[in-house]
């Protein structure tokens, strides 16, 4: 099946850092990325949509300023947490999808647990 | 807006019986329906989708769900768990129509018991 990988798995960062998730589809091309955040006992949250080649699409309520999303290839999306404060602490999770069709399954990065002092 | 309710958050179960994690969705238009399963660790796997046709989905390692629209419903049942099924399922919906955005439950935690 397809694989998606996230590097790295766990990050500490100091207050005011910034920090860069790396996405990485294995065995295939993804036209589209997503990025979400989840919340300990809660659900996972959509942060944004990101298409190969173009802007990323941010959810109501997201910063586009403080979570920078690139999806310079088709294999390959990143996150950038800019100026980290620990209210950033979270687990951030990345998905996949080959095309950008609504029946299209997504497939999941193992996350990352971003935990900043 | 759409929605996904779970409203199990734990789901204890003995080890070969049955168990039945609900969900209930609200949208004002038609939806595609999925279950992810989260093992510990690792990434959501998808357990099954419902897209059109017939209401009673199978898919992977034994589950199923039914789709029963007049009640906006999409539980998943499996007639006989393993210790192996421990983990995190979520439910979660695509309104058609609405690109490819997934919205997910809460989740709910399976925890099989010898």
């Known amino acids: 099946g397809a694989v998606v990988s996230q590097h790295p798995s766990r990050v500490i960062c100091k207050s005011g850092t910034s920090v860069k998730i790396e996405c990485r589809s294995l065995d295939f091309q993804a036209t589209t990325m997503f990025w979400y955040r989840q919340f300990p006992k809660q659900s996972l949250m959509l942060m944004a949509t990101?298409?190969?080649?173009?802007?990323?699409?941010?959810e109501q309520g997201v910063e586009k300023d403080k979570f920078l999303i690139n999806h310079a290839s088709l294999t390959l999306s990143t996150l950038t947490v800019t100026s980290a404060h620990p209210e950033d602490s979270s687990f951030y999770i990345c998905?996949?999808?080959?095309?950008?069709?609504?029946?299209?399954?997504?497939?999941f990065g193992p996350g990352t647990r971003l935990t900043v002092l | 807006a759409q929605s996904v309710t779970q409203l199990d958050s734990q789901v204890p179960v003995f080890e070969e019986a049955p168990v039945e994690l609900r969900c209930n969705y609200s949208s004002s238009v038609s939806v595609y329906l999925f279950w992810y399963v989260q093992y510990p660790n690792q990434g959501l796997q998808l357990l099954l989708k419902?897209?059109?046709?017939?209401?009673l989905v199978k898919g992977i390692n034994g589950f199923e769900a039914e789709f029963n629209k007049s009640q906006t419903s999409f539980h998943l049942r499996k007639p006989s768990v393993h210790i192996s099924d421990t983990a995190e399922y979520f439910c979660?919906?695509?309104?058609?129509?609405?690109?490819?955005?997934?919205?997910f439950g809460t989740g709910t935690q399976l925890k099989v018991e010898l």
């Open positions: 990101s298409n190969e080649g173009s802007k990323a699409t941010y």
């Open positions: 979660a919906v695509i309104v058609t129509g609405g690109g490819n955005k997934l919205t």
């Open positions: 419902y897209l059109s046709g017939s209401t």
């Open positions: 998905s996949a999808t080959l095309d950008r069709f609504s029946t299209d399954t997504q497939y």
